[in-house]
C-alpha cells in the first residue's frame, strides 16, 4: 500500500519563509505524480492552491509556490501571513489510472 | 461558475448502504477532461481519495475500498452518484465531491463542494 508523508506539525514566524514536503513510500516524487496542494482551515472544506507540482489556480497568492525538492513535492510560502495558519494536504497520483493518495496533512501554526 | 454540493443521510446504521449524491453545476461531465472525484475525511485525520467518474464514464476506485464502492452518473440531471455498502463505525466522516480536470498531463481536483457528514451509528 502506497504511502504519502507529509511533517506533521510545523510553525513559522509572520514574515517568515517555510517549505512543506511530501514524500512518497514508492520512491522519488517526480511530475508524472502530479502534486496537488490544498489549504483547509478549521470547520472549511480543503481550497486547492497548486496543481502539477507548481502551477497556480487563479486564485493562489503568490506566496505560495510548488516545486520538487530532494525527491519530494514542496509547498513553499514565502512572506508568511496570520491567514496561513491551516491544515495542508498534499495529493499525488499513481498507477495507469491515476489513482489519487492524500498525505496526513501538515498542520502550520503561525506564530 | 463552478459549484457542487454533496447531499445524502447524516446517520447509518453500520451494516447499512450509504447513498450520497453530487449535484454539480457550471460544467458538464461530457466535455472532455471533467471528471467528479469522491474524497472523505474522517474527523481530525487525513484526506482519503475514495472514487472518480470521467466524462467517458470510465471509472476508478480506491483500491483498500473498491470492493464497496460504486460511482455513477446522470448527465441530464448533473450529478453524480457514490455508493458504499457495509458501512461501519470507521467510515464515519466528512464526504466531499470535486471536480477534477484531467488531461495534458494535468490532474487538478480544483472545485469542492462543502462536504456531507456522515456518521455510522446504531
Known amino acids: 500500500q502506497t504511502v504519502v508523508t507529509q511533517e506533521p506539525s510545523l510553525t513559522v514566524s509572520p514574515g517568515g519563509t517555510v517549505t512543506l514536503t511530501c514524500a512518497s513510500s514508492?520512491?522519488?516524487?517526480?511530475?508524472?505524480?502530479?502534486p496537488n496542494w490544498f489549504q483547509q482551515k478549521p470547520g472549511q472544506a480543503p481550497r486547492a492552491l497548486i496543481y502539477?507540482?507548481?502551477n497556480k489556480h487563479s486564485w493562489t497568492p503568490a506566496r505560495f509556490s510548488g516545486s520538487l525538492l530532494g525527491g519530494k513535492a514542496a509547498l513553499t510560502l514565502s512572506g508568511v501571513q496570520p491567514e496561513d495558519e491551516a491544515d495542508y494536504h498534499c495529493l499525488l497520483y499513481y498507477g495507469g489510472p491515476q489513482l489519487g493518495v492524500f498525505g496526513g496533512g501538515t498542520k502550520l501554526t503561525v506564530l | 461558475q463552478v459549484s457542487l454540493w454533496e447531499s445524502g443521510p447524516a446517520l447509518v446504521k453500520p451494516t447499512q448502504t450509504l447513498t450520497l449524491t453530487c449535484t454539480f453545476s457550471?460544467?458538464?461531465?461530457?466535455?472532455?477532461?471533467?471528471?467528479v472525484t469522491w474524497i472523505r475525511q474522517s474527523p481530525g485525520k487525513a484526506l482519503e481519495w475514495l472514487a472518480r467518474i470521467d466524462w467517458d464514464n470510465d471509472k476508478y476506485y480506491s483500491t483498500s475500498l473498491k470492493t464497496r464502492l460504486t460511482i455513477s452518473r446522470d448527465t441530464s440531471k448533473n450529478q453524480v452518484v457514490l455508493r458504499m455498502t457495509n458501512m461501519d463505525s470507521l467510515d464515519t466522516a466528512t464526504y466531499y465531491c470535486t471536480r477534477e480536470k484531467i488531461g495534458s498531463g494535468t490532474q487538478s481536483p480544483d472545485y469542492w463542494g462543502q462536504g456531507t457528514l456522515v456518521t455510522v451509528s446504531s
Open positions: 502539477n507540482t507548481s
Open positions: 457550471g460544467f458538464s461531465l461530457t466535455t472532455s477532461g471533467m471528471s
Open positions: 514508492t520512491g522519488a516524487v517526480i511530475s508524472s505524480h502530479h
